[in-house]
Nanobody
Framework: QVQLVESGGGLVQAGGSLRLSCAASGRTSSVYAMGWFRQAPGKERELMARVRRSGAYTYYEDSVKGRFTISMDNAKNTVYLQMNRLKPEDTAVYYC????????????????WGQGTQVTVSS
């Protein structure tokens, strides 16, 4: 079992930046990749960014490419999401998640989840 604890959410004006952190503990050796999802009210939980534990490969959803950066610090068992040029439509609860699947990209493929952190972007 892997435990995940997120931090770093908050309120920011449009155009601003936030950095989310997710500290992992437990059986982290079983994790193949980490991801950041977000869920806005009335919408499904969507994968925004994903990174292999090695840090060798990253994936971004189209709407955040060029603005968000996901990174791993394996020494600290922590994954980060740097979010720049934030927009009001980025407002959501952001979740950190871990998968043991090579090609896991949907929420159902991720077996461990953090509690979520609210990000609110004002216009």
């Amino acid at each position: 079992q892997v435990q995940l604890v997120e931090s770093g959410g908050g309120l920011v004006q449009a155009g601003g930046s936030l950095r989310l952190s997710c500290a992992a503990s437990g059986r982290t050796s079983s994790v193949y990749a980490m991801g950041w999802f977000r869920q806005a009210p009335g919408k499904e939980r969507e994968l925004m960014a994903r990174v292999r534990r090695s840090g060798a490969y990253t994936y971004y959803e189209d709407s955040v490419k060029g603005r968000f950066t996901i990174s791993m610090d394996n020494a600290k068992n922590t994954v980060y999401l740097q979010m720049n040029r934030l927009k009001p439509e980025d407002t959501a609860v952001y979740y950190c998640a871990a998968t043991r699947m090579l090609n896991g990209y949907s929420a159902a493929d991720f077996g461990s989840w953090g509690q979520g952190t609210q990000v609110t972007v004002s216009s």
